[in-house]
Each structure stands twice: as structure tokens, then as C-alpha cells.
């Protein structure tokens, strides 16, 4: 495997994954995706991570699938194509459930999986020349591995539209679907990025972990009985935890709490 297709650099506790194929557009393959999901799982067990930046360099951030690597896999059988399929597929759920708040930083294109990148996020911000489509239909495919993800960020009733339409709207479109969440210049996106990061890093490590499954649980609950009880023992969890304990203490006493200095 080449290395040189994506790069991780840190800056205080936020960590930048750059995807590194300008040349190819930032399409991925087979072994792009295992470097995703090694640097994934590296970053995950690293305690001095408490952000992730998904990014790219060139002018697209993702054209999805490669062409080489498409023509490939039309040669292997069905089989084969279902194993690398569910290799995709981890590379989405591992990052949707990545237990660190994520940020995708878009800044020109993104195509078919590089959309699914983008909806895997926790938050997503993209430079006003980004465009995005789901373009698969066009191929004679469908964007079944991401689809999960993608209907989750902008709902079923826009998701089918892109599905069957395949059509490129643009970053304020894609902002109104909620698909991702601001817009700005393309030369303000690290800085924007940034100060999402340090945003973020105001908040407790395990508060951050409990709130992204907060919503997560909470979205496929019923409201009922069951859902109350269960969202009022996480709070009394955390209150009394070392955590909660330092946080409540910090902002009482006007002082910073340990996790900021």
C-alpha cells in the first residue's frame, strides 16, 4: 500500500486525515479504504485525539469510487464484489460511529462515496464552489453501501430525488438539505475547521463520546416510558462522575474545567 494516499497530521489534540489523490481526484480504492480504516482505528485508541478533520487536497474532495478499481471489480465474481462492498461499508460505519466528534472539510467535489464521507461527519462544512451528486444511476448502480448514512443526513424524500435524478446541486443547496451545515470561502475552511475543533474541545472527553450516542439512541427511540427513564439515568451518570463532577466544580468555582487547559 501507498502511504503517500492519505496523510495524518496533528495539531493539539485535533488530528487531520487528508485524503491524497488530487491527481485521481481523491477517488478511493480497495487500499485507500484499508488506510482509512487502519488510521481510524489508530486514532480511535489515541487519548491525545479528541477531534478528526476529514479532508482532501486538490480541487475535489471525493469522486467516489475509482475507475481502475470499478474496472477491476468488473471482472470479479459475485462474491467477490459482496466482500468488497461490506469493505466499503465498514470504512462508513466505523466513521459514523467513530467515538470522537468528526468534521468533514469540503472543499470542491464530492461524488458518489465522497458524499457518503461527507454524511458519515458529525459536522460538515463546504467552500461555495463544492458541488455534490449521487451520480450512480448513471453507471447502471446504486448507492446502496452509503445510503444508510446519506438518508440519515437529508431524509428519504430528498434522498430519492438524488438517488434517480443523479443531479449536482450546489454547497447551498446542499446546506438547505441539511447535507452539510455552512458554507464559507474556500481559503476559510482550515480556520473554520479549526475553530469547530477548538469549539468542540470545550467540552468533556466523555460527554462528547455520550452525546453523539445520545443522538444516535435517541433518534430510533419511541418516546415513551422506557426512552425517559433511560436519557434521566445518563444525566444522574454523569453528574456523579469524575467528569461531571470537575465540570460542575469548574464552572461554579469560574475556573477552566482540566480538559480545556
Same mark, same amino acid.
Given at each position: 500500500m501507498s502511504a503517500d494516499k492519505l496523510l495524518l497530521s496533528h495539531v493539539g489534540s485535533t488530528a487531520w486525515l487528508t485524503l491524497n489523490r488530487p491527481e485521481l481526484h481523491n477517488a478511493f480504492d480497495d487500499e485507500l479504504i484499508a488506510l482509512l480504516?487502519?488510521?481510524?482505528?489508530?486514532?480511535?485508541?489515541?487519548?491525545?485525539i479528541r477531534v478528526l478533520i476529514v479532508r482532501s487536497n486538490g480541487r475535489s474532495f471525493s469522486a467516489g469510487a475509482d475507475l481502475n478499481w470499478m474496472q477491476?471489480?468488473?471482472?470479479?465474481? &459475485?462474491? %467477490?464484489?459482496?466482500?468488497? @462492498?461490506?469493505? #466499503? *461499508?465498514? =470504512?462508513?460505519?466505523?466513521?459514523?460511529?467513530?467515538?470522537?466528534?468528526?468534521?468533514?472539510?469540503?472543499?470542491?467535489?464530492?461524488?458518489?462515496g465522497?458524499?457518503?464521507l461527507v454524511a458519515c461527519c458529525d459536522i460538515a462544512i463546504a467552500s461555495q464552489r463544492a458541488v455534490f451528486a449521487l451520480s450512480e444511476v448513471r453507471l447502471?448502480?446504486?448507492?446502496?453501501?452509503?445510503?444508510p448514512f446519506v438518508i440519515q443526513a437529508i431524509g428519504p424524500r430528498w434522498a430519492r430525488r438524488l438517488f434517480i435524478t443523479a443531479e449536482r446541486i450546489t454547497a447551498q443547496q446542499a446546506?438547505?438539505?441539511?447535507?452539510?451545515?455552512?458554507?464559507?470561502? &474556500?481559503? %476559510?475552511?482550515?480556520?473554520? @475547521?479549526?475553530? #469547530? *475543533?477548538? =469549539?468542540?474541545?470545550?467540552?468533556g472527553p466523555r460527554a462528547l463520546l455520550a452525546a453523539k450516542q445520545l443522538v444516535a439512541d435517541v433518534h430510533q427511540s419511541k418516546l415513551d416510558e422506557t426512552l425517559l427513564e433511560d436519557t434521566?439515568?445518563?444525566?444522574?451518570?454523569?453528574?456523579?462522575?469524575?467528569?461531571?463532577?470537575q465540570g460542575l466544580q469548574a464552572f461554579l468555582d469560574h475556573?477552566?474545567?482540566?480538559?480545556?487547559?
Open positions: 480504516l487502519n488510521a481510524l482505528n489508530t486514532l480511535e485508541h489515541d487519548d491525545s477491476r471489480m468488473t471482472e470479479h465474481s &459475485e462474491q %467477490e464484489n459482496l466482500q468488497d @462492498a461490506r469493505q #466499503l *461499508a465498514s =470504512l462508513m460505519h466505523r466513521l459514523f460511529y467513530f467515538p470522537k466528534p468528526t468534521i468533514a472539510r469540503v472543499q470542491g467535489a464530492a461524488i458518489g465522497g458524499v457518503g447502471g448502480l446504486i448507492p446502496a453501501v452509503i445510503s446546506a438547505e438539505i441539511q447535507l452539510i451545515h455552512e458554507v464559507c470561502d &474556500e481559503d %476559510e475552511l482550515d480556520n473554520r @475547521a479549526a475553530e #469547530l *475543533a477548538e =469549539l468542540i474541545t470545550q467540552g434521566s439515568q445518563r444525566i444522574a451518570r454523569l453528574r456523579v462522575s469524575t467528569e461531571g463532577q475556573t477552566k474545567a482540566p480538559w480545556t487547559q
